[in-house]
């Protein structure tokens, strides 16, 4: 006699699914509660989804959430929960420091964006640590000399004085005023194109540039949906394309070194180097340089691009806000930049005049300080990590310690406006130099600031000086909004119009750029 099977209606199977799904969310529940503990942090959590959606809907207000419930405890950190990723923020500048200085393969790992594996590739510099990461770095320095920061020095205020003369035309011509923004990400393009790869990228080749790097930037900024179509997946590939031009033009620039010319963009002074070290082993027998292919050469220089483009942009805007909220500061630039340098003398601005417009540079540092561009560093937990005698950080917990957070930690009367801080009188520079976290700490420390803070001096000198400007004032304009650096809510828009008596006659980029 054949035995009876079971038999299950759909009634049974959507019971058991139904079921099975409880489990799986009540497990989830359990699991976020035991890593949290007794930290600030929501006591119940979307299921799978967590905290995603505040968080994509408003980044601003998410963020500043969790700084006020890092704040509400002596602790100065919380815990939260997205998209299956349990995550901690840091707010306290000294448990930021214990992060960075422990970027090591059994504690954190830096991953620069929470899902930046998947977008930057696992062979990113920002991946790297250990003597591999030292060894990079080292041989990164070359480009960073004052003899190199003297060659970009030129061409970033010529392609600086170009947009700033098509701005004001652009402004002239209406009414309404004109959101910076997108001019200002444009600019900076320009700039780090010119700068970092020179006359190796044709005018074709920077304009499928600038398409791929705005596919990546809105890629940037959704989830990581990984399927045809989709935002993450453009950008992704974009990448791609754009770490293969930039291969391409280390090629070129190889080439063109050989030969012995002079290096008139970073990928010389840095092929320039190269090419001995490869030269050294040769001779000696030894194995080929490291990090000295054209590919891991240009990964290294999308990475560069990225850092110098987009937080670039955000300080430069915050700069225009700052400065029309503050006219006794755009005063004192004025004058400053005035007793140094004329738009009449057609000169470039020189490293020596950078070095004495002393008042100048504490201002782009207050702007960095007040409106850090990366306001936050994520992190993994490669193992479990005792954050504090009373807290182990749990292995594969996102940590964000918060460079904005420390920026108002320490400094007197941190939530004002006030580049005097950084004066010699006053050197809180010095004194609360563990709180300025805008470039990092520890190995990921940014090797390209002086790069960056010499473009936000130049851009703060020639806009003063050549342009009149005038905030267009709405509710909430100077309200952060995360793009996914931070800039004004409103893109910064400004009335421009021409302020010196005649434009100063730069040399064309192509005089110095053979």
Request: net charge neutral; glycine share 4%; hydrophobic share 40%.
């Amino acid at each position: 006699m054949t035995p009876l099977l079971p038999s299950f209606s759909l009634t049974d199977l959507a019971s058991y699914l139904v079921c099975f799904i409880l489990l799986l969310i009540l497990f989830e529940q359990i699991s976020y509660l035991v890593k949290k503990g007794s930290i600030p942090g929501p006591s119940f959590v979307v299921p799978f989804l967590g905290n995603a959606i505040p968080l994509v809907r408003s980044p601003t207000l998410f963020w500043d959430l969790q700084a006020s419930l890092a704040k509400s405890t002596p602790l100065g950190f919380c815990a939260n929960y997205i998209l299956g990723n349990f995550i901690v923020f840091i707010r306290d500048t000294e448990l930021s420091h214990k992060v960075f200085a422990n970027v090591r393969p059994n504690a954190f790992h830096l991953v620069g964006h929470p899902f930046g594996k998947k977008l930057f590739g696992e062979h990113n510099l920002i991946y790297m640590m250990g003597q591999d990461h030292k060894n990079l770095r080292r041989r990164i320095a070359p480009n960073f000399t004052p003899k190199a920061l003297s060659t970009y020095t030129a061409l970033q205020q010529i392609i600086i004085l170009d947009h700033l003369k098509s701005w004001v035309a652009k402004a002239q011509a209406q009414t309404n005023s004109i959101p910076l923004r997108i001019l200002t990400r444009d600019m900076n393009l320009e700039t780090s194109q010119t700068v970092f790869v020179g006359p190796y990228l044709g005018l074709k080749a920077r304009e499928r540039f600038e398409r791929d790097y705005f596919l990546f930037n809105v890629g940037l900024m959704k989830l990581p949906f990984d399927f045809p179509g989709t935002a993450f997946r453009n950008a992704r590939l974009a990448v791609d394309r754009l770490v293969e031009t930039l291969a391409t033009c280390t090629e070129m620039s190889k080439t063109r070194m050989k030969k012995g010319e002079e290096p008139s963009c970073l990928i010389d002074y840095w092929m320039q180097e190269t090419l001995r070290e490869i030269e050294e082993t040769k001779l000696t027998g030894e194995p080929a340089a490291p990090f000295s292919t054209d590919a891991e050469i240009g990964g290294y220089l999308f990475d560069f691009l990225f850092a110098a483009q987009d937080a670039s942009t955000s300080s430069l805007l915050w700069a225009v806000a700052l400065l029309d909220s503050h006219p006794e500061v755009l005063a004192k630039v004025r004058a400053e930049v005035a007793g140094t340098w004329s738009p009449e003398s057609d000169e470039l601005i020189t490293a020596e005049m950078l070095r004495e417009m002393k008042y100048t540079q504490a201002v782009a540092r207050e702007v960095v300080r007040l409106r850090p561009p990366a306001t936050l560093v994520p992190h993994i937990a490669a193992e479990r990590f005792k954050l504090t005698e009373s807290y182990t950080i749990p292995k594969g917990a996102i940590v964000f310690p918060s460079a904005f957070e420390s920026s108002f930690q320490g400094f007197t009367e941190p939530e004002r406006f006030d580049p005097e801080r950084f004066s010699e009188e006053r050197q809180e520079d010095q004194i609360f130099k563990r709180n300025f976290l805008a470039f990092g700490a520890g190995p990921h420390q940014c090797v390209g600031q002086r790069y960056a803070l010499n473009h936000l001096v130049l851009f703060i000198a020639l806009f003063a000086t050549l342009i009149d400007f005038k905030r267009d004032r709405t509710d909430g304009c100077d309200e952060i909004a995360y793009v996914p650096t931070i800039c004004p809510k409103d893109d910064c828009r400004v009335f421009l119009s021409q302020r010196c008596t005649r434009y100063p006659s730069f040399p064309a980029v192509e005089d110095l750029v053979k």
